[in-house]
């Protein structure tokens, strides 16, 4: 078995005549929480969106577990939060995860979704409540219940602290690392550098969609003089070099 979750080989995109990823490359290992950071536009989400083919990659290749992220099969151990989550507006939680569950062939257990609420400070009652009524704190809680009760090999979660309070940052740092201890994987974008240095294995820094720094939040600072992983990422992206 493969101590690979994720390859990205030589991953090229372009948008028309301008190419937004360029050559990207790198591993996400098994039991790995590994956070993508960089500034707005800067390739993460598109990166996502070639690993989910969600849209073709100009050039490259990419496996989850070994196989080729074209086949719907690769995707099948995997678990996907989008930064922008807005779940069907008819429904409320209970019919909302039941439905994501269905999908996956996973069966619903209403108990483990009461303690899935819990783990994540979301009221049981909320399960009962239209989702329209969520506020966006809410409504993120709901997409990362759904998600950790589909019980997957690797969760890909775009910014998954959108619209968090700290309790509830707190409480997903928690969940991330007992997931890391039962052999879980967790490739996720983020803003949060203080998140990334806390609970962060490794991390890549990606600017103008180009892979400029790949390593633990330590040996980024080590790299730039500093013990400060926001001023690290600062003078890394300072010094990238940026597409023609």
């Not at 005549?17 to 989400?45: P, W």
């Not at 980024?220 to 890394?236: G, I, K, N, P, V």
């Amino acid at each position: 078995m493969s101590d690979i979750a994720l390859r990205f080989s030589n991953v090229v995109k372009n948008y028309g005549g301008v190419r937004v990823l360029h050559d990207i490359t790198f591993d996400v290992a098994r039991a790995e929480l590994f956070g993508l950071v960089g500034v707005n536009g800067a390739g993460k989400t598109t990166l996502l969106k070639c690993l989910l083919d969600f849209c073709d990659a100009g050039g490259g290749e990419i496996e989850i577990f070994g196989v080729n992220h074209r086949l719907t099969s690769s995707r099948r151990r995997l678990a996907f939060l989008p930064e922008r989550f807005n779940p069907p507006y008819f429904l409320n939680g209970e019919d909302f995860i039941r439905h994501v569950l269905d999908l996956q062939s996973v069966t619903y257990d209403a108990g483990a979704a009461r303690l899935m609420l819990e783990a994540f400070d979301l009221d049981p009652s909320a399960l009962g409540r239209p989702v329209r009524s969520y506020s966006k704190g809410m409504t993120q809680k709901l997409g990362l219940v759904a998600s950790f009760l589909s019980d997957k090999d690797l969760y890909v979660f775009d910014e998954p602290t959108s619209g968090l309070d700290p309790k509830a940052r707190a409480l997903l740092k928690a969940q991330l690392r007992n997931l890391r201890q039962r052999s879980g994987t967790v490739f996720f974008t983020s803003h949060a550098l203080a998140d990334v240095a806390e609970i962060c294995d490794r991390m890549a820094v990606i600017n103008g969609g180009r892979l400029c720094f790949i390593g633990t939040p330590a040996t980024l600072c080590d790299q730039y003089s500093t013990t400060d992983l926001e001023e690290a990422f600062l003078r890394c992206i300072a010094g990238a070099a940026l597409p023609a």
